[in-house]
């Protein structure tokens, strides 16, 4: 089994930056894809960013619509983390952030229902 702890989280203003940071322990082996989740106050749980996990396998990263341009996901695989650098954050950006793991190799929005490990999640909140 895989654990997951994300940091990084914090209050910061419209414009401003913060960069999650996801440190994943255990059985990695078997994670073929590494996902930035989101849920927002009295919203569904939201896919944010994902990225191909194993060092074997063709790197692919992939972004919801909301947050390309701003946001950028990227692994260090000799550190069992990845990142997720948020740019130019927005109100609208405020929500609690998840990590989570798959062993299914993907390359576009990872449902929910596919996630096997679930980060505890930092609070990321952006005032205007």
């Known amino acids: 089994q895989v654990q997951l702890v994300e940091s990084g989280g914090g209050l910061v203003q419209a414009g401003e930056s913060l960069r999650l940071a996801c440190t994943a322990s255990g059985r990695t082996s078997t994670t073929s894809t590494m996902a930035w989740f989101r849920r927002a106050p009295g919203k569904e749980r939201e896919f944010v960013a994902g990225?191909?996990?194993?060092?074997?396998?063709?790197?692919?990263?992939w972004y919801a619509d909301s947050v390309r341009g701003r946001f950028t996901i990227s692994r260090d695989n000799a550190k069992n983390t990845i990142y997720l650098q948020m740019n130019n954050l927005k109100p609208e950006d405020t929500a609690i952030y998840y990590c989570a793991t798959t062993p299914r190799l993907l390359r576009g929005e990872v449902p929910v229902t596919d996630v096997d490990v679930w980060g505890q999640g930092t609070q990321v909140t952006v005032s205007s």
């Open positions: 990225t191909t996990w194993q060092p074997a396998v063709a790197h692919f990263i």
